[in-house]
């Protein structure tokens, strides 16, 4: 089947596997769980927010605020996750690296107990580079959105 032709969405990625596809890890991992993941084109991450998130010590006490630059983060995780299941990337060998941020807007605060959803979807790749436009949600408002590029490359061997 041709990329230009939707796709069905298929089974939710579970942190097992996102585990499996991406190299990040506690306290950095940002991503769940996915779902609606849709070869080459769309994914959705789902990343739930509590108070035990480091950043939330300081960030602010008495006021507690995921810092921006986390949820873009996540909105890019979201999208390795994706390029390494669409291209089926072999994670002993290669990594895949954030490249490029643009037109980031932060619209509304997320907080403690908070779940965000983060719609990721494909508006150009060629070889192992993704471009990506990415909106991330909590329930119907807009915290933050971005354009940004990943791609994968070697990993350096000892």
Do not use: W
């Not at 939707?6 to 769940?32: G, T």
Request: hydrophobic residues 45%; contains cysteine.
């Amino acid at each position: 089947m041709g990329r230009d032709v939707a796709e069905p969405a298929q089974a939710a990625i579970d942190i097992a596997e996102i585990l499996a596809r991406i190299p990040h890890r506690y306290p950095f991992l940002l991503v769940d769980r996915a779902e609606d993941y849709r070869p080459h084109q769309s994914i959705v991450g789902i990343k739930c927010v509590t108070m035990n998130e480091p950043y939330f010590q300081g960030h602010f006490p008495g006021n507690p605020v995921m810092p921006g630059v986390l949820i873009v983060e996540a909105m890019a995780q979201t999208g390795a996750v994706l390029m390494s299941k669409s291209l089926e990337v072999d994670t002993e060998g290669k990594t895949i690296f954030f490249m490029s941020i643009d037109g980031v807007r932060f619209r509304n605060p997320v907080r403690p107990g908070d779940v965000i959803r983060m719609e990721v979807e494909v508006t150009r790749a060629r070889s192992s580079i993704f471009k990506f436009k990415g909106v991330a949600k909590v329930g119907d408002k807009v915290a933050a959105e971005a354009e940004f590029a990943a791609m994968v490359v070697e990993t350096p061997t000892k």
